[in-house]
């Protein structure tokens, strides 16, 4: 289908090229001058194209990384202020490599007309470093933003479509084309491809302390080969910083992406919309600092994904810091969630709730792994 002189907002151009170039996933939370965008392609949802209103934007930001590790095309799109709540998000993808094509839409309100303040956010982008493109009519609005898919995976980053709300809501008929087809979703297992903080090639790579829970928990954890595992930040990352003995490399090796606080529910929502089986990793304190917004996308939007939350009661990786003393479980409760508890020093009790997880797939699973840090546990013993 090819049609001259069809008439679409600038927004709905946006929306309209990144469809054409065959995207699997879109995501976005309202925010006017952008919320266009996302109109347009909700009506597009089909059997081999997915649409959500995230509940934030860096949460459907990091889904958008998810269906990028699965090699499928996705856009994330956002009004300048939005934007702002990604910036952590961003820099740390800068390190990672992108596989299928990722484009950032933004749109700018200099005016501050429908925003709280005037914001030129291509300043943010230009530190970021990715390319930016800039449509200057609604042509451009479609043609660019399918350009835009084709160089981010020709350089393995993000692209960024900038435009305003002066060309965002203009009118204007243009010419439209078909939706290229999709490809079959494949997440690419070369190690570290997806962790930037990979140590494999230093001399002392740091390990768990002798006792730890976190690392019981990865020597009873059992998953199918087919199974990917997306890591957050805190000790328990280590079981993904490679290693050059052969005793631990199993444990090192086990998680295949980490990008930044509170991510790894949201990269596994979007391999799970991509159609790949896959387990979350978050501690307590990345739970209650920014990991149970992706847990509330999830039960919104039913993601049925499998959560494990490492809870060692503390923020031990930056020297046993206080973390929020309110109930994990009762929390995930309260969004619908179904929730095991298990002492990460019991093989058999961690082998069967990962089983039950794996075999009820129709509910979101969380899981708690619960057990006190071992160093902190040592030095309030010796403080006695
Ligand atoms: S500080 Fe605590 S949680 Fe971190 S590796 Fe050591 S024992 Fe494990």
């Known amino acids: 289908m090819k049609s001259k002189n069809f008439l679409l907002f600038g927004n709905e151009a946006i929306a309209r090229g990144a469809y054409e170039a065959g995207i699997r996933l879109a995501t976005s939370y309202p925010g006017t001058p952008a919320s266009e965008i996302m109109n347009y392609l909700v009506k597009k949802k089909s059997d ?24 499928q095309r996705s856009m994330c799109s956002m009004k300048g202020n939005g934007f702002n709540l990604c910036v952590d998000s961003l820099m740390s993808v800068t390190k990672k490599g992108i596989k299928g094509g990722l484009v950032v839409a933004v749109i700018d309100d200099p005016d501050a007309r429908y925003s709280d303040v005037v914001q030129d956010t291509r300043q943010f982008m230009e530190t970021i470093g990715f390319p930016i493109l800039e449509p200057n009519n609604v042509q451009e609005c ?25 060309i965002g809501h203009l009118y204007s008929p243009i010419e439209i084309n078909e939706r290229k087809s999709s490809r079959k979703p ?36 059992r998953l199918p080969q087919d199974f990917t595992v997306n890591g957050d930040i805190g000790c328990y990352e280590m079981a993904g910083f490679g290693n050059n003995t052969k005793d631990d490399k199993p444990i090192r090796e086990i998680i295949n ?48 994904i499998i959560l494990i939350i490492m809870d060692n009661s503390c923020v031990a990786m930056t020297g046993q810091h206080p973390v929020p003393k309110i109930s994990i479980e009762d929390t995930c409760k309260n969004l619908g969630c179904h929730v095991e508890i298990v002492n990460p020093y019991m093989k058999n009790r961690v082998q069967s709730a990962i089983a039950e997880a794996i ?11 619960r057990a006190p840090c071992m160093l902190k546990k040592k030095r309030e013993l010796n403080k006695i």
């Not at 860096?58 to 699965?70: D, Q, R, V």
């Not at 960024?160 to 709300?165: D, G, P, V, Y």
């Not at 494999?200 to 954890?221: R, T, V």
């Not at 990345?286 to 509330?296: A, E, K, P, R």
Request: hydrophobic share 35%; net charge neutral; aromatic share 12%.
């Open 48 to 71: 081999d194209f997915y649409a959500e209103w995230s509940s934030n934007e860096k949460i459907a930001l990091e889904i958008c990384f998810g269906a990028s590790t699965m090699n």
């Open 142 to 166: 479609l043609d660019l933003t399918k350009k835009a898919f084709d160089m981010s995976e020709e350089k393995g980053v993000p692209v960024f479509i900038r435009t305003t709300n002066k």
């Open 186 to 221: 494949e997440f690419d297992k070369t190690p570290y491809k997806f962790n930037p903080y990979s140590k494999e090639k230093e001399e002392i790579i740091p390990y768990f302390c002798s006792g730890c829970p976190h690392e019981a928990f990865y020597k009873n954890l």
């Open 257 to 304: 992406t980490l990008f930044v606080m509170g991510s790894g529910i949201n990269v596994s929502q979007g391999q799970l919309i991509c159609g790949q089986k896959s387990i979350a990793l978050c501690g307590d304190s990345t739970f209650w600092h920014c990991g149970i917004n992706g847990l509330i996308n999830a039960a919104y939007n039913k993601h049925d």
């Open 359 to 369: 075999k009820n797939k129709n509910r979101i699973n969380v899981i708690i792994s």
